[in-house]
């Protein structure tokens, strides 16, 4: 591929200082070359050359958590009980065709490079969403989950989880990683979340887990009550044991925090169970729309934050968020912890990738880095200072054009 050449009316490196009328190089080999003032940038004669006066360019975004496979079914479950959200999603699930996942999951990807999204950590059990991000070049982590609550079944979903992990590796990609997901304290039990985790460890696979989500969540772990107490006492699956933890303290009971691992939601979190998530080095997918959109309140993002917690954003499925919208998290996120701007557009850029634990390719616009970058409508501001507060208020529609390795992957009003 050609080198690109681009130039934008503000360039956002995130690490380092915003560049008015800025440049950044791409080499041929996907990775970026050279940032900064027009004169100091090398102008090979082969480049492909881009103007953006009207766009601010920065790094591509870092959603940290999507359910890419779900892409379409926007709007079909509603309701706030959220063990019956639960399981009408699981119902939509068991009526999709193998090809029908994997075309979501390529319109899903789509919708990411609109968005100005260019590496995603996935969560999903069909197998479909690695091979639509590895063919479309994003980066990234695909988390392969495994379910399994009745503690007989821990064997045999484990074993169902490493044929489907040997299946898949062969998409996984210098930029794309195969991850394993247990998926949630409510679908899971003890033993498996133990086997599970003693292995990821063992193969070096990253991890992921939605935790301490819901109070039907807590109620379970803690007093063996609420709505998935209910539903495993009528399925006959034992309740977890011993009861009066926190959904952190049972998971750290097990073995499964760690620096390889990323507990997505996290709201249902007292102080201790922050101290226990820092000491254990695991990262933090942080969905405040999602959170909000299912009532379970907030996440204590400022108190991870200040335990130097590595916190990205995600925004979950579809199903909870309608639109994926990276930088609306971040406006939600940065009221939450209260926030500049400019930190707010860090957390979903170099931040996410530190939470995938990629931040040496990706993240912020510095040489060596991939050349993974979106131009984002700004209007060139005559005061010198860089446009944080109008990038943090833009959305998807904003988006003028996406690369992922300099490759242009989304154009706004026509194909690439
Ligand atoms: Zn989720």
Known sequence: MPARRLTAGWVIPIEGRPIERGVMLVGEDGRIRAVGPDASVPRPPEALVENYDDGALLPGLVNTHTHLELTGLEGQVSGTDFAAWIRSVRELKAARSPEQFLAAARRGVASCFAAGVTAVADTGDSGTAIRALAEAGVAGVAYHEVFGPHPDQACDSLRGLQQ?????????????????????????????????????????????????????????????????????????????????????????????????????????????????????????????????????????????????????????????????????????????????????????????ARALGLEAQIGSLVPGKWGDCTVIRCAAGSDGRPPYQELLASGPDDVLATFVGGRDVYRAGGPV
């Open 164 to 352: 489907s992990v040997a299946e898949l590796a062969r998409y996984a990609t210098e930029r794309l990683r195969l991850g394993v997901s247990p998926h949630a304290p409510y679908t899971v039990s003890g033993p498996l979340y133990a086997a599970t985790s003693r292995w990821a460890r063992a193969e070096a696979l990253p991890l992921a887990v939605h935790l301490a989500e819901s109070r039907a969540e807590s109620q379970l772990l803690g007093r063996g009550a609420g709505a998935f107490a209910d539903a495993w006492r009528e399925r006959k699956i034992p309740l977890p044991s011993p009861l009066g933890r926190t959904p952190v303290e049972w998971l750290d009971d097990h073995g499964v925090l760690g620096e390889g691992t990323l507990c997505i939601h996290l709201v249902q979190a007292g102080r201790d169970d922050l101290d226990r998530i820092a000491r254990s080095g695991s990262a933090v997918a942080h969905c405040p729309l999602s959170n909000r959109a299912h009532q379970h309140g907030d996440a204590p993002v400022a108190g991870l934050l200040s335990r130097g917690v590595r916190v990205g954003l995600g925004t979950d499925s579809v199903l909870s968020v309608g639109r994926l919208d990276l930088v609306a998290e971040a406006r939600a996120a940065g009221r939450l912890a209260g926030l500049d701007a400019e930190r707010g557009l860090a957390l979903c850029t170099l931040e996410g």
